[in-house]
């Protein structure tokens, strides 16, 4: 490893890293803005300099920008030099010429990159008294403010929109000495990655709008780390709160998930803590005489429980120990997995995939860097779009290498290095319904119904494997493309295999496992990464139950007479007609939930659940990651956690475990020793017990302020703070100032950095892991030496069926996603309720395009307006999923128009 001496001391750094990256890795303070850890250096900024030397001898030095300059052994620099110094100050200096006095009012005021950077500087006072350049703002649409006058020029903005996550819409606009970033004209922000600007932006230029809307400084909020609940990616999030309601979602930093950015929906989508629709008291109903007799709702909940049998339905969006807690307190043999028959086969196929293979689950960051990919069956933009971000970031990395092997080009000289690429991309192929947003990047893009993608994913594995039978009755089409898609995936070295929930189809699942395992039969390091439907869909399913039909079938014969819900929404896990003869049939329902749903209309008991923002818990993600969420607020009313409820509930019964188990400690301990496959979790976040230096961890920096005005309108004396006794973490701004461990970091803050920017003084290398590790334990890895047995029925080819189409789903990252859609933005983006066809289905059903196509499913008639759209399969109508208020029939299936 190079030596370089800064300042005439020697230090040991990282070989093929810039001179910026090793300075910050070692801890030192040097201001920069155009750099980003992700998105490399373009030198547009001039703040970083250093002066550098030729040797010792050398007295004179030059000045470079760290951000360009290479590491070499025995380089010689220096931060301190006066020269360097000055040079710095008068650089800031120039980029605050036009920049407002406005510090007071900025949403950035505080934990602004900027004015960490002047200050570091010694840019005390202004030397521009004339009249400043203006600009016009835009409107960018629910997400993000825009305020161009605080604009320094330092190009980040664009350069992560329409570099790294692909936009289109927004560029930077210039004339003479006037440098304009934003879109053409006003108009919401297109890219399902916009809300990142407000963190990338080192200004105030891009800042949250929900935020302002609460009007919040983010020193006066109150964090926790916690796990973004849109998706079962799993990726890590900071919780803010002030005055009990939830003000905003930011990145946290895990090397291995998802980095530095987060997705639209994860970030925006948290205003359904807030909602008027929430669940805030035990609520009795239909029983008049019991609800007059003033018993606590917990004795109801016993009375009801000892009518008869009883049943409990778990929940993908529920923590593992409410799971948990719920499967214990009804028994195994009467706890239902609280999911569609279709979700359950294809997450149970997954988890058997990965359990019992012998390839690899890729984790986002290695997504990142494969060389090869090929995707089944999925639009991740909408399914998991933060694994869309990975794999634009390995389609673009490919040609990179190859650059920066052929010209010895450092990857990190961004500029330079896409001027050298152009418009090259790496080898994806994409095999989908519709086409995707990623479909632009691909090598291949083709569009089919799910039986003939999992075809071609057959044709494939046989191509790599004989041990996979041919398939037969291929189109020409379909053999180019497996051809093709075999001959780029042996010549990899890391390819990456893609499929998941959203085509409904499990031989889809089987033909990327086939393709998987016989790259790896090849002796090529192949992964795989399953889209899987929600946060905790693979922690439900590694949990175990019994299906959800079954539980139907038990009620509907009268062996059931009470049925406990947890945090689930039975009408979207059954058509309308199901659900309601399955409650007509329920003696008693209890649920336990956060908003007030169509199933809460038909429950006897309602008891109030705390969200993941007032809630302890564990998440499995789709790669099988657990992960802890920690609670950032106390749960306003009667709301808790919902497996405190029910270990109330238990104790109240006297069940002979739960009744014996109270805080998050416990009945993690707990799952441990009933379920090994969840071994370790334990040690996600330290124990309730931990100290660092006799202090708890504190969830307020030391700036938070007003704690006795907070409440001032009820009380002058200020409230005592609640005290949390099953975390590490305190309530209050008192306790411990150094560094927590990575898995309970409340937020990024250092001396002299008070912006985002200050995760680098929490890693062991500038965009490297965390001090102590990323977060989370992987539950699930390869079998070692597993035999592999290859699935080898490839379905029969989709035809098109008379008087008939086949619905497919079609997913959105802003509508179908249950909780995100309360937020207001959100709903905002989503779409309007719609039928897909093929130009030629709509002439053979005499629609056009707006028109309404009837069809009756299941004694339900349905009225859809209808889209055209030639990428889809002629025979097959795209059905979009999960939009509030719109009752489709199941997909996929056959239905007669």
Same mark, same amino acid.
């Not at 602004?112 to 200050?119: I, R, W």
């Not at 935020?211 to 998706?231: E, M, N, V």
């Given at each position: ?118 200050? +570091? ?14 600009? %016009? ?58 809300? %990142? ?50 003000? /905003? ?24 803590? %807030? ?7 035990? $609520? ?79 984790? +986002? ?162 992964? $795989? ?18 299906? $959800? ?6 009620? +509907? ?90 270990? /109330?509930?238990?104790?109240? %019964? ?228 999960? $939009? ?14």
């Amino acid at each position: 490893m190079p030596i370089i001496h800064i300042d005439n001391k020697p230090y040991e750094v990282k070989d093929g890293k810039n001179l910026l990256e090793a300075v910050l890795s070692l801890g030192f303070n040097l201001p920069y803005f155009c750099w980003h850890p992700a998105l490399g250096s373009v030198g547009a900024c001039r703040q970083c300099a250093v002066k550098a030397f030729r040797d010792e001898q050398d007295t004179k030095g030059r000045l470079v920008m760290a951000c360009m300059e290479p590491v070499r052994d025995n380089m010689r620099i220096s931060i301190a030099d006066s020269d360097a110094a000055g040079f710095r100050k008068h650089v800031i200096g120039w980029l605050m010429t036009n920049h407002p006095h406005d510090c007071a009012v900025c949403d950035e005021g505080g934990s602004c990159h900027l004015q960490d950077m002047t200050v +570091m500087t010694g840019h005390n006072y202004r030397d521009y008294h004339f009249t400043k350049r203006t600009y %016009n703002n835009q409107y960018l649409g629910p997400f993000l403010n825009h305020e161009m006058n605080r604009c320094i020029q330092c190009y980040r903005c664009v350069r992560f929109y329409k570099d790294f996550a692909g936009g289109k819409d927004l560029d930077v606009f210039a004339a003479h000495n006037h440098v304009y970033f934003g879109r053409q004209q006003d108009g919401t922000l297109e890219s399902e990655f916009s809300g %990142n600007l407000a963190e990338i932006c080192p200004t105030g230029v891009f800042t949250d709008k929900t935020l302002k809307q609460h009007y919040t400084r983010k020193w006066d909020l109150t964090t926790a780390p916690s796990i973004c609940q849109g998706c079962g990616l799993g990726c890590n999030i900071i919780a803010g709160e002030r005055y009990g309601s939830l003000r /905003q979602i930011t990145n946290r930093y895990n090397g291995d998930v998802n980095g530095y950015f987060l997705c639209d929906r994860g970030r925006y989508g948290y205003e359904f803590v %807030n909602s008027k629709e929430r669940i805030t008291e035990p $609520l009795v109903r239909h029983y008049p005489g019991d609800a007059a007799n003033g018993q606590p709702v917990l004795h109801h909940v016993r009375n009801r429980m000892k009518a008869g049998k009883v049943i409990g339905i778990g929940s993908p969006r529920a923590s593992l120990e409410s799971n948990y807690a719920l499967k214990e307190l009804v028994g195994a043999e009467h706890f239902y997995l609280g999911i569609s028959e279709n979700d359950h086969e294809l997450v149970s196929l997954m988890l058997k995939i990965l359990q019992q293979g012998p390839v690899r689950a890729a984790t +986002m960051q290695e997504a990142a860097a494969a060389d090869a990919v090929l995707i089944l069956g999925e639009d991740l933009t909408n399914t998991a779009p933060m694994l869309a971000l990975s794999v634009r970031q390995a389609v673009r990395r490919i040609p990179v290498q190859e650059v920066v092997s052929s010209i010895h080009m450092p990857a990190w000289q961004d500029a330079a290095v896409r001027e050298a690429v152009q418009e090259s991309k790496g080898p994806l192929f994409i095999l989908n319904v519709l086409e995707t947003k990623l479909d632009e990047l691909a090598a291949g893009a083709y569009h089919t119904a799910p039986d003939n993608i999992a075809r071609i994913g057959f044709a494939v594995s046989h191509l790599l494997s004989g041990q996979v039978p041919e398939v037969t009755g291929m189109s020409d089409e379909g053999k180019a493309a497996a051809q093709k898609i075999a001959a780029a995936l042996k010549a990899a070295k890391n390819p990456l295999i893609i499929a998941g929930y959203s085509s409904c189809n499990e031989a889809v699942i089987k033909a990327a496992a086939n393709v998987a395992w016989a790259l790896k039969e090849q002796g090529i390091d192949a992964m $795989l990464s399953f889209t899987v439907p929600e946060c905790n869909s693979m922690g439900l399913e590694m949990l175990g139950g019994h299906r $959800l039909d079954s539980a139907i079938d038990e009620v +509907m014969n009268g062996n059931a007479a009470t049925v406990i819900i947890l945090e689930n929404d039975l009408y979207r896990r059954m058509d309308q007609h199901t659900a309601n003869h399955f409650f007509d049939h329920c003696k008693d329902v209890i649920l336990l939930d956060h908003l007030f749903n169509a199933t809460a209309e038909r429950a006897n008991i309602l008891l109030p659940a705390a969200t993941f923002a007032e809630a302890d818990g564990t998440l499995v993600s789709n790669e099988g990651r657990a992960q802890r969420f920690l609670q950032v607020f106390t749960a306003a009313g009667s709301m808790q956690e919902s497996w405190r409820w029910l270990l /109330q509930i238990a104790t109240l %019964n006297g069940h002979p475990v739960l009744q014996h188990l109270t805080h998050l400690d416990d009945i993690v301990v707990a799952i441990q020793q009933r379920y090994p496959v969840f071994t370790g979790i334990e040690s996600l976040t330290p124990p309730a017990d931990f100290r660092m230096a006799g202090q708890k961890i504190p969830r307020e920096t030391h700036r938070y302020s007003g704690r006795t005005a907070m409440q001032a309108n009820l009380h002058v004396s200020e409230p005592k703070p609640p005290e949390d006794e099953d975390t590490a973490l305190s309530f209050t701004m008192e306790g411990y100032r150094g560094e927590p461990p990575s898995s309970v970091i409340p937020f990024f803050w250092a001396p002299g950095w008070n912006s985002v920017q200050s995760v680098n003084k929490y890693q062991v290398e500038t965009g490297g892991p965390l001090h102590g590790g990323n977060p989370g334990k992987r539950l699930i890895e390869p079998k070692v030496n597993a035999q592999t047995k290859f699935y080898m029925e490839a379905p029969q080819p989709f035809l098109p069926l008379s008087g008939h189409l086949l619905l497919v789903p079609v997913y959105h990252i802003f509508g179908s996603e249950e909780l995100s859609v309360h937020t207001p933005g959100i709903a905002e983006r989503m779409p309007a309720p719609y039928i897909m066809l093929h130009s030629e289905d709509a002439r053979r059903f005499q629609v056009t395009e707006g028109h309404l196509l009837y069809f009756t499913d299941k004694g339900h008639q349905y009225a859809l307006p209808v889209i055209i759209n030639d990428k889809l399969q002629k025979g097959a109508a795209g059905i979009p999923v999960g $939009l509030p208020h719109m009752q489709v029939a199941e997909a996929p299936q056959l239905v007669k128009i």
